[in-house]
């Protein structure tokens, strides 16, 4: 559902009848029955794939949502539009490398306007292990102190 003070910017029919829209606020996926939505701040990053015309978006909860878009002009319109939202709600990051991979840590902006930090990671990151904690903890640190928090 679209909140009433909310923004359509781009919507793309998909290749299986729903439809995927980007308001200013969440990513929308509406079909017959339902309408599914995520706020910026849920959505990690996109991944255009212009050979098989599909969109794969990745969520911070590690789940994939994939778009197979139908039509190239209007795909090209939304999947700039995506990018510029969730480039929108990132206030600022950084990433942190540790052995067993990279986690980014992140100011978000959420749906309403206010901030919060985010630590996104493969599963193979032990956040438990006391060196990890450490650095992910200080890159946190930094990053809300960048953003005023």
Do not use: N, Y
């Not at 994939?66 to 969730?86: I, N, Y």
């Amino acid at each position: 559902m679209v909140l009433a003070d909310d923004d359509i910017l781009a919507a793309v029919e998909l290749a299986d009848h729903r439809w995927a829209a980007a308001s200013r606020r969440a990513l929308h996926v509406v079909d017959d029955t339902q309408v599914r939505r995520w706020p910026w701040a849920q959505v990690d990053q996109g991944r255009l794939d212009p050979a098989e015309h599909t969109l794969t978006v990745h969520m911070v909860d590690g789940g994939d949502v994939v778009l197979t878009l139908l039509d190239k002009t209007t795909s090209r319109r939304f999947a700039a539009t995506f990018r510029e939202r969730v480039q929108q709600s990132i206030v600022c990051s950084c990433d942190v490398t540790v052995a067993s991979g990279v986690v980014f840590v992140t100011v978000r902006r959420d749906e309403d306007g206010s901030l919060f930090s985010q630590v996104v990671g493969p599963g193979t990151v032990d956040l438990h292990d006391p060196e990890v904690a450490a650095l992910v903890r200080d890159a946190e640190a930094r990053v809300r102190e960048a953003a005023g928090m």
